[in-house]
């Protein structure tokens, strides 16, 4: 049975339905649309239970011939480093789509394109053929542009934009590179199992070679991440994003940038890799430590949880720059962790501005006293966010500071700065947002409604469950990232 | 036989000629009659191969392939046509026009002869200006059609002393040089002779700088014209470049390659650039088909197998896009009265299918995946990356996100843009005329979204 198949275009079909019904049937495309990205969830979580974890390659594979006269394949598979987020952007999907069910503007548009997009998120991950790859990235650019654009911000209209046209320049560099390996690979390939295999073969071709390739793939990565300087997309979109939409900027379309580093760079390039990280690392640097402090100095919930995406990516890359098994078990699980805490903290966001229409941090105070549910609950994420021994996000940093430190000494201690940063900014935002004496203002907010918790709550469980036990999460990567260090290190 | 459908076409256009003198009665039937003798041509290409005339014409897979697009072209213009209230009377004389032009474009693309070529490229001109002023009480539509006509009879006398040099330096007009002509005495006098030619089919293929007559003349012309005129002629002079490359000039020529990448880079940036500022429908997609002409002037500079069926590829692509693109526009201005931009606001709330067949068009030629336009492109990207031409690759993709930012602004009208209603000036369209435009549109749509994820039947046509 074609797992993989199944789970990534069953959103699609729901997705025709839902554009074969008449737009004011509103409960049954949310019916259809809950219905669809559900089963999708089921499948991946049956995909998880039957994945072996003792093995390092790919499993699940699916392979037909597409176009025959390009040598294109239908190639799908997963491994420790993909299946992980796929079962989180499946779940993240569910979840921000339970809390879209508040959207009541063109419901009927806005859920087709959610669906369009969980296809392709999904297809990045599971893709193993340069086309096909190509093919799902660009997917998820035309939904989250009209996503974006119909039911964001007031800036909505220029946000939408800017996404587009800066996430693409980043992919049409990529597509060059991807012509570049295809006509590089004898025979002529884009089956990137193959490619990783036959590296050497491309090595002959060149540094000069390899080092364009490697750029062309980075700068499609690296604006997704995003890292410093191509971040200056993100919190224009993020803000201005409804919010189940930053949540999936954030939860998922981010891991594509980190998955096609650690899938595509790393493997296949690890000559220039290896000098690559030099500056690599400082980058992350800069994103830990950059992105922590413009965090501290906005006034906007929504920006700060933003920027503080910048930092934890720049933990994943940190993580990354080590070349080693526990520094990619690291900034794996760290974005996992991320999309989960991240993923609920934007709804958590969502939560108070639909009942107060501001996320100013000064405009509150006091507010635990009014919605405790809602109090604990922010301040559970927020404290899994800045990374306390117990919760997720703990675990996955300290891994990531773990992995680097060995070769990295002096820019990991400075990275430690941005922990010590991030928890200031977030414990200013509780003490400002729900401590001190209630604002009257608010004397009447309601605290949360069972659609919303039933949005956070299982991420909540996950940030405890993983913190506790995050061999949950490790056992599944430990045997690929194993593999791929190898593959990064003992490269010729 | 290979220029049946030549002949075919001709007898066409005579019948509807005498049609609009002696039978005005029949005036309603002339758009069949048009659609069937091009119907009939497109059934008689590829009945026979070789050569015609002696060796001036000379068929091939290559210019059969050509013929089958500048056949299927016209076919669906005239059937746009059907809904064009805007030429009610001479409805014979225009589809004659138009059946004369695609004789012209198909003896262009068979021409092995500079002279051929010429009378060929003289064929379509003439047709086209007249077609491009057919609604002669506009004023506009005058300017347009006037403008054409004088930057037209300019390209022809370029042209013409460009042939003269080629017979001076040769000998001969034919398509065919002796191996060693570049280092010979005349060889100078040959490349000045083939540059003066390419500057003449600039004009036709509206390349960089030789493009201003493009939208003035493409906003004047009644829409359907307008969509012929962006595929058709265009098409068939890239495919007459494609032969003068193959057989006119010594493999691989780095001066003239190197000239021909410039004017591609430019053709695409000032296209892309000047589309930008657009607020009419038509001039905004007219300056969006000079940077497409840009895109598959690629597939020139690598002369191999894959740079000709990737222009071969991308013009198919471009001809579903193109027209399905102007057959939006059109429907558009005929529900709203008008070609600017602002008709296009809020077209989602109203006409979501109409809207949406419009986004998937602009998205297919911006080249975004999975739609035809981006295999058109990926082709014409690899022949570039494959003949070492990288740096014109990078100009092509970087163009290809400028051009997105325009394509866009539509989708942004019809999307974000919510307004209840918009001022209705003259709705004009009848009911049968918007049934044949949405027709045309979902065939075109199919095939966009089809051979956009299952490109095996066109690329196997292509014998790629």
Known sequence: ?492 | MILLPEIILTVGALVLLTIDFALPRLQRLTVYIAAIFSGLALCAVGLGSGTAFGSFFSASALTNGFSVLILLGSVIAIVMAMADHEVEKHWGSYFALMLFATVGCLLLIKARDFLYAFLAVELISISSFILTGFERKIASSMEGALKYFLVGAFSAAIALYGISLYYAALGTTSFSFPADIGASANGTLYFAALLLIFVSFGFKASIVPFHFWVPDAYESAPTPITAYLSVVPKLATLGAMINVFNLAIPAGDARLSLALAILACLTMTVGNLSAIAQSNLKRLLAYSSIAQAGYMMIGLLSVSQLGMTSILVYGFSYLLMNFGAFACAQWVATKHGSYDISSCDGLSMRHFPHALAFTLFLLSLAGIPPLVGFIGKYLVFSSAIEGKWAWVAVVAVLNSVISVYYYMRIAYRMYFVETKSVVVSAPVLNVFGGYVLSGVIAVLLIGTLFLGIYPNPLLTLVRF
């Open chain 1, 1 to 492: 049975m074609p797992l993989l198949s199944l789970l990534t275009f069953l959103p699609l079909l729901g997705a025709l339905i839902i554009l074969a019904m008449p737009k004011e049937k509103t409960k049954t495309i949310q019916t259809v649309g809950l219905l669809v990205s559900g089963l999708s969830l089921l499948v991946s979580v049956v995909v998880l239970f039957g994945y072996d974890k003792n093995l390092a390659g790919m499993q699940y594979m699916e392979d037909f011939l597409w176009i025959g006269n390009l040598n294109v394949h239908y190639l799908l598979g997963i491994d420790g480093l993909s299946l992980p987020l796929v079962v989180l952007t499946t779940l993240l999907t569910f979840l921000a789509l339970i809390a879209s069910m508040g959207i009541n503007h063109r419901v009927k548009e806005y859920w087709f394109w959610f669906l369009v997009l969980e296809v392709g998120m999904l297809g990045v991950f599971e893709a193993l053929d340069f086309f096909l790859f190509y093919v799902f990235w660009e997917l998820t650019l035309v939904p989250m542009y009209f996503l974006i654009g119909v039911w964001g911000g007031p800036k909505k209209e220029y946000a939408a934009t800017k996404f587009f046209l800066y996430t693409l320049f980043g992919s049409v560099f990529m597509l060059l590179a991807i012509i570049a390996l295809y006509f590089g690979s004898e025979p002529h390939t884009f089956n990137m199992l193959e490619l990783t295999a036959g590296r050497d073969q491309l090595l002959k071709l060149g540094m000069t070679f390899q080092w364009l390739v490697f750029i062309g793939f980075y700068l499609g990565f690296a604006i997704k991440i995003p890292l410093f300087p191509f971040h200056t997309w993100l919190p224009l979109a993020h803000v201005e994003a409804p919010t189940a939409v930053s949540v999936i900027l954030a939860g998922v379309l981010l891991k594509m940038g980190g998955y096609g580093l650690l899938r595509v760079n790393f493997p296949m390039f690890p000559e220039v890799t290896k000098i690559f990280i030099y500056p690599l690392v400082i980058i992350a640097f800069i994103n830990i430590v950059y992105g922590a402090l413009v965090a501290m100095a906005q006034k906007d919930m929504k920006r700060m949880v933003a920027y503080s995406s910048v930092n934890h990516m720049g933990y994943v890359v940190l993580g990354m720059c080590s070349l080693s098994a526990a520094g990619f078990n690291g900034a794996v699980l760290q974005m996992v962790n991320h999309g989960i805490i991240t993923g609920a903290l934007f709804l958590l966001v969502g939560v108070v501005y639909d009942r107060a229409h501001t996320r100013d941090i000064d405009a509150f105070g006091g507010l635990a006293s009014k919605v405790p549910l809602y109090a604990g609950i922010m301040t559970l994420a927020s404290m899994a966010s800045l990374g306390l021994p117990g919760l997720s996000g703990f675990i996955s940093e300290f891994l990531c500071f773990l992995g680097a430190f060995p070769v990295w000494k002096v820019w990991t201690i400075m990275s430690v700065a941005g922990v010590l940063v991030t928890a200031a900014f977030f414990l200013r935002m509780i003490q400002k947002v729900f401590l001190g004496p209630l604002n009257e203002k608010w004397a009447n907010l309601t605290d949360m409604t069972t659609r919303e918790l039933c949005a956070v709550v299982p991420l909540c469980v996950l940030m405890v469950v993983l913190g506790l036990y995050p061999r949950l999460g490790l056992d599944i990567m430990n045997q690929t990232m194993t593999m791929l260090a190898v593959l990064v290190k003992g490269g010729t």
